[in-house]
């Protein structure tokens, strides 16, 4: 009999749909951004943050990028500690993406420092040659608007001050996405707690084997020179012509990066490859 | 007899227009499938991959996928109802309103304006701006079902009056956003919640868009197309009603190892493998119905398309279960692997039956006997050699990129950097780019040959309302 009463087919068919989204839909809600998600050191974005976080959205750079880091060992040596919920409270939209052309952005703030975000988004390809990001440059070209960003504050109930709005009237796109950037993930103090603590004397396997020194080349052209110039002369990064730290400093310093200078950590390139590129920044230079 | 009644003005304007959105969509995807070869083609502002990606899918969806939906099922309606449309000056209202939208979302995208949800990208005067066209469509259908002068209600029926409440309901609960202005908003949910509401719209509307609809067409134009009729009424009817209620747990299998709760991903995980059941008893409807007529997939043209649509979908549908098992989500998630698997969908299913609905179509809208079959079998080749190089090669790129991604090293260090595993998927994005410039070859010859028939195909007059 329902199958020739199409009212009754309508509300059968709104009543099938109904149990499956109720149960995995809406209940999440009860237990989702509740008290017992919330991180204390997870603030909202500022007005310059969120002004980066819509530039971002309007670039549609989730449609390559990816904001979540799963519990999976590969991807929390390549990106950092895993997503928490309590880390996505302020996300309106939440931006997590379902492809990573490029790779996952959740831990990006803190890595890099400012200047190597400004010349990488003007420029990707030029800092990394085989890399195929568009260019960004044209973010230079735009101020904010401080009016604008007040009644964006105000939608989202962010706190924000004047004197924050009053600064954005002489910055441009390029600095509120820069500024973007360095919020993602670094609200909690992940990347201290990834530090290792080395105990003990470091001895470099390598000391006086030159056959390394193609192996760490390879690897300072990959990962070093982009900052430190091809020739150690320095750019974003420090000129390292005259380098001169023990064989073990070295390689907790590259290692474990300098979490206030901007310089990313190498760790998860495994013992190995840190060792031949401490080899080759030291001893290649005197062949 | 009732030959002057049915409205096929209203369907020929539909196919002919969502026709176009839909070369808008593969001309776009050619575009930015050559981009990520290519970075020196994105032309700033407007024509970035982050800003034509989404225009990519909104036109192929809504444009042509919709568009051709909105003929079809005005199409059939009126024969499965025997009477003419409940309201003609609404249809046509509909299809302006219609072209107004999809012209609004192209501009809209282009300049920047997005929700940034896959799938749902536009903002929020659009979004109301498609409400309104989904109300209107609703209606329409509904009250030409209701004051129809056929006792039966064909299973066709039953998925359209589906799709019809289904997408209100995802669509409505997933635009919830507070607007800032008249081109931004931001979303009503915030974080774990607004992903899980969102993926709980983007796969819904996978169920409710792009398998509801080509199901009421399959379930009309292949026994219109061999001549006999669908081998289980019941089955349709089994599969129908577990179809509807499954798909809707489903989403959170998007959100595999994400923060979502657990439970609800593993209750996504179950239920998306329980699917496979209704899935499959559409494909086995179908190719049980081909009983005693496997000599047409020789013979008529139609029914290759049909049979390999409803192949793809099966596939399809075996495959994305599998996705949706964590393990094997935790090695393919992300990477290329995934818009092999969507185009299989999107090329191979919806469009291989949206195919031979419009050729089925073409002699009862444009009055003309086909102008080439041999041209129409051409298209057909084009078409399936160039979905299954873009699955295909995209397939092999994910597992290539996946194994990268998780090589380790013996001392526990990443095997490979972000950038060697990019370089590596450069070779696969050539033959992918490539592949969609065949099967745009092959939906030309298909435009051509719609265009020969409407301008010089043989004239047919029995036909027309069969």
């Known amino acids: 009999m329902w199958e020739k009463k199409p009212i009754l ?279 | 007899m009732e030959k002057t009644e049915y409205n096929t003005a209203i369907v020929r304007s539909f196919v002919n227009w969502s026709i176009l959105w839909g070369l808008v969509s593969i001309l776009v995807g050619v575009l930015i499938s050559f981009q990520l070869v290519l970075p020196d083609l994105n032309f700033a502002p407007y024509l970035t991959y982050g800003r034509l990606r989404p225009l990519h899918t909104n036109a192929g969806i809504f444009g042509w996928g919709i568009g051709s939906f909105f003929a079809l099922f005005y199409y059939i309606v009126q024969r499965l109802c025997r009477r003419p449309l409940w309201s003609d000056g609404l249809a046509r209202f509909q299809l302006w309103f219609f072209n107004a939208t999809i012209i609004a979302a192209a501009v809209t995208l282009l300049l920047g304006f997005n929700t940034s949800k896959e799938y749902h990208e536009l903002e929020w005067p659009i979004d109301i701006m498609v409400v309104i066209l989904w109300v209107i469509f609703s209606i329409n259908i509904i009250m030409t079902i209701i004051k129809r002068r056929e006792e039966q209600m064909y299973i066709s029926l039953w998925y359209m009056l589906a799709t019809l409440v289904g997408v209100a309901v995802l669509y409505l609960v997933n635009a919830a956003e507070v607007p800032v202005s008249l081109f931004k908003s931001y979303s009503a949910y915030a974080g774990t919640n607004d992903a899980n509401v969102q993926w709980w719209f983007g796969h819904n509307a996978v169920a409710m868009v792009l398998t509801t609809p080509p199901l009421a067409i399959f379930y009309y134009i292949l026994p219109k197309s061999t001549g006999v009729p669908i081998y289980s009424h019941r089955l349709s009817i089994i599969a129908f009603w577990s179809l509807i209620f499954m798909y809707l747990w489903t989403g959170a299998h998007h959100l595999l190892w994400t923060p979502v709760p657990d439970w609800v991903q593993t209750l996504a995980m179950a239920f998306s493998v329980m699917l496979i059941a209704p899935s499959w008893g559409s494909v086995f409807n179908g190719y049980l119905s081909m009983g005693g007529q496997w000599h047409q997939m020789r013979e008529n043209y139609l029914v290759k398309f049909l049979i390999l649509g409803i192949t793809f979908y099966g596939l399809q549908t075996l495959q994305g279960p599998l996705q949706a098992i964590r393990s094997f989500s935790a090695f393919i998630h992300y990477t290329d692997w995934i818009p092999g698997h969507v185009h299989m969908g999107t090329m191979g299913w919806v469009s291989m039956v949206l195919f031979a609905a419009v050729y089925f179509l073409a002699p009862r809208i444009y009055g003309r006997e086909l102008y080439s079959i041999p041209l129409a079998n051409l298209h057909f080749w084009l078409v399936l050699i160039g979905q299954l190089i873009y699955s295909v090669s995209m397939w092999i790129a994910g597992v290539q990129q996946a194994g990268m991604w998780h090589a380790m090293n013996s001392d526990g260090s990443l095997a490979y950097s972000f950038m060697e595993t990019l370089v590596e998927l450069y070779p696969y994005w050539w033959i992918r780019a490539f592949s969609g410039v065949i099967y745009l070859l092959g939906v030309g010859i298909f435009i051509y040959n719609l265009v020969k028939t409407a301008r010089s195909g043989k004239p047919v007059s029995a036909i027309a309302n069969a």
């Open chain 1, 9 to 287: 087919l309508l509300l059968m068919a709104t009543a099938a749909i109904l149990v499956g989204t109720l149960i995995t839909m809406v209940l999440p809600f009860a237990w989702v951004n509740t008290e017992a998600d919330r991180i204390a050191e997870v603030t909202p974005y500022t007005p310059l943050q969120q002004e980066g976080r819509d530039v971002y959205i309007r670039e549609g750079c989730n449609n390559c990028h990816t904001q979540t880091i799963r519990p999976l060992v590969a991807e929390t040596l390549r990106y950092g500690d895993y997503s928490k919920s309590g880390e996505f409270v302020y996300d309106r939209p939440h931006l997590w993406g379902s492809r990573r052309t490029g790779p996952d952005l959740a831990r990006i703030g803190g890595k890099y420092p400012d200047a190597w975000h400004y010349q990488h988004m003007a420029d990707p390809v030029g800092m990394i040659p085989k890399s195929n990001m568009p260019a960004y440059a044209f973010l230079n070209d735009t101020k904010l608007d401080p009016d604008y960003s007040r009644k964006k504050m105000k939608v989202l109930d962010f706190p924000y001050t004047e004197e924050q709005l009053a600064a954005l009237a002489d910055k441009t796109e390029m600095d509120a996405m820069v500024a973007y950037m360095q919020k993602l993930g670094n609200d909690i103090p992940w990347r201290k707690a990834a530090q290792v603590m080395v105990v003990g004397e470091l001895h470099n396997p390598f000391l006086g084997d030159s056959s390394v020194f193609p192996a760490g080349q390879a690897l300072y052209a990959e990962h070093c020179a982009a900052c430190h110039g091809e020739q150690f002369e320095g750019g974003i990064g420090p000129d390292l012509a005259d380098l001169d730290l023990p064989d073990g400093e070295l390689y907790q310093l590259l290692y474990n990066g300098i979490i206030e200078g901007g310089m990313p950590a190498y760790g998860q390139l495994g013992s190995d490859r840190v060792w031949k590129l401490v080899s080759f920044l030291k001893y290649s230079k005197s062949h």
